[in-house]
C-alpha cells in the first residue's frame, strides 16, 4: 500500500514572498507522483506531475516541484507567490504500470496569502 | 471543463435514510472513480468503475455500493446514511492509457447527515 504525508496543514504566506509544500511518501512500488490545487467550492485541478526524465517539474504558473527518490519527497515551491494561490494543495502518488490510477493522496495544506 | 456533472450538489438527509449521487461524463473515459474529502485526510477512494458494470472497492467502501449501466453514468448509493458519511464526495474521470494520465475532478457533492 503507498501513503502520502503532506507535513504541514495550514502555511500562511505574505504576496510575493516564497512558499514550500512538503510532501513524502512511502511505497513498495514505483510509483508516479502529483500535486492537485482545489480553489474554494470547486474540484481538483492537476497542478504538475512527475512520470519519469527530469525530476524537476514545472506547471505554467510558476509553480515546480522536485522529485528526490532517496529521501521520498515531492515538495512543492513557488519563488513568488499571488493572493490568487490562496488554495488547498494535495499532493499525491499512483501505482507505476498499474491499470487504472487510483490516486492516495495526502492530507492537504492550506496556503492563506495574505497582502 | 472535463465534462462531469455531479448530482445534488447539496443534499441534507437523515440518519438511516438511502442516498445516491450521480455522476454524468460527457468524455466517454472509460475509468469512473468516487472519493470522498474530509478534513485532514485529503481525497479518499470508495469504489471505482473500469467499464459497463465492472467496479471494485477503494479503500473506504465500507457502507457504499455503486452502479454503472452506461459508460456515462456513475451511481454511487448509500444505503443507510449514517453521521459519519457526511462529507463532500467528488467524482473523477480518467482515460487509463497509463497509470500517470491525469485524473479530472467534478465540482463535488456536499452531503449532511442528520
Known amino acids: 500500500a503507498q501513503s502520502v504525508t503532506q507535513l504541514d496543514s495550514q502555511v500562511p504566506v505574505f504576496e510575493e514572498a516564497p512558499v514550500e509544500l512538503r510532501c513524502n511518501y512511502s511505497?513498495?512500488?514505483?510509483?508516479?507522483l502529483f500535486w492537485y490545487v482545489q480553489y474554494p467550492n470547486q474540484g481538483l485541478q492537476l497542478l504538475l506531475k512527475y512520470l519519469s526524465g527530469s525530476t524537476l517539474v514545472e506547471s505554467i504558473n510558476g509553480f515546480e516541484a522536485e522529485f528526490n527518490k532517496s529521501q521520498t519527497s515531492f515538495h512543492l515551491r513557488k519563488p513568488s507567490v499571488h493572493i490568487s494561490d490562496t488554495a488547498e494543495y494535495f499532493c499525491?502518488?499512483?501505482?507505476?504500470?498499474?491499470?487504472?490510477?487510483?490516486?492516495?493522496f495526502g492530507g492537504g495544506t492550506r496556503v492563506l496569502v495574505k497582502p | 471543463d472535463a465534462g462531469i456533472t455531479q448530482s445534488p450538489r447539496h443534499k441534507v438527509t437523515e440518519t438511516g435514510t438511502p442516498v445516491t449521487l450521480r455522476c454524468h461524463q460527457t468524455e466517454n473515459h472509460r475509468y469512473m472513480y468516487w472519493y470522498r474529502q474530509d478534513p485532514g485526510h485529503g481525497l479518499r477512494l470508495i469504489h471505482y468503475?473500469?467499464?459497463?458494470?465492472?467496479?471494485d472497492k477503494g479503500e473506504v467502501s465500507d457502507g457504499y455500493s455503486v452502479s454503472r449501466s452506461k459508460t456515462e453514468d456513475f451511481l454511487l448509493t448509500l444505503e443507510s446514511a449514517t453521521s459519519s458519511q457526511t462529507s463532500v464526495y467528488f467524482c473523477?474521470?480518467?482515460?487509463?492509457?497509463?497509470?500517470?494520465?491525469?485524473?479530472?475532478f467534478g465540482e463535488g457533492s456536499w452531503l449532511t447527515v442528520v
Open positions: 473523477a474521470i480518467s482515460e487509463p492509457t497509463y497509470s500517470g494520465n491525469t485524473i479530472y
Open positions: 511505497s513498495s512500488v514505483s510509483v508516479y
Open positions: 468503475s473500469y467499464g459497463v458494470k465492472d467496479t
Open positions: 499525491a502518488v499512483s501505482v507505476r504500470d498499474a491499470a487504472g490510477n487510483k490516486l492516495t
